[in-house]
């Protein structure tokens, strides 16, 4: 069965370093979300990627975070220089057209030291 | 604005029935899902319904939604030490052009031999 998939699982990064979180979202699949999750509390959305473009983002994501579908399989987010609040669980997903069912990568835990 | 909350922890015997609860706020039709995720899992759909039905039934998982006090339950039959996990409630309003999710907490279940 096709299945979202993100490397790495986990990063420790220091604090003002640039990462990249990847994503290989379903082959056919349209629509591109990245969520996190902080330790503890709720599942957040990030922001949704659409035609090669944001299309929805929350407040989260601020101009310190940036997306891109750098080719046709892979859709990264890039944290441009982390904080230490940046440390959580990243979760990328993705779904067909016609679908509202989003299906959901294993994470990248991001501790930012 | 839209808000999901869920209680945090569930303990049952195997066997007995759970009964997963879940409060939204958003007053537009929406889209209410449960995901289930098992440690250094991703997020896995096990059901949905629509905020215009009442109950939904797929095996051993029966979704009931009160539409008058925006209340969903997951209730498992006959549960498996194999359905400990985390579970997430999660809306999708239909007023969001992206159908971007709005996640609770989550409700640790454990189940106890």
């Known amino acids: 069965e096709p299945e979202v998939t993100q490397t790495p699982s986990h990063q420790v990064t220091q604090m003002g370093q640039e990462v990249i979180l990847r994503c290989v979202p379903i082959s056919n699949h349209l629509y591109f979300y990245w969520y996190r999750q902080i330790l503890g509390q709720k599942v957040e959305f990030l922001v949704s990627f659409y035609n090669n473009e944001i299309s929805e983002k929350s407040e989260i994501f601020d101009d310190q975070f940036s997306v891109e579908r750098p080719d046709g399989s892979n859709f990264t987010l890039k944290i441009r220089s982390t904080k230490l609040e940046d440390s959580a669980m990243y979760f990328c997903?993705?779904?067909?057209?016609?679908?509202?069912?989003?299906?959901f990568g294993p994470g990248t835990r991001l501790t930012v030291t | 604005g839209e808000d999901v909350e869920q209680s945090l922890f569930l303990s049952v015997r195997e066997g007995d029935s759970s009964v997963i609860n879940c409060t939204y706020t958003d007053s537009s039709s929406t889209y209410l899902y449960w995901y289930k995720q098992e440690p250094g899992a991703g997020l896995q759909l096990l059901t949905y319904i629509f905020s215009n039905m009442d109950m939904k039934q797929d095996q051993r998982l029966t979704v009931l939604l009160n539409k008058k006090d925006k209340h969903l339950s997951l209730r498992i039959a006959d549960t498996q030490t194999g359905d400990s996990a985390i579970y997430f409630c999660a809306e999708s309003p239909t007023t969001s052009g992206t159908y971007k999710y709005i996640f609770g907490t989550g409700t640790r279940l454990k189940v106890l031999a």
């Open positions: 997903a993705s779904r067909v057209q016609g679908s509202y069912e989003q299906y």
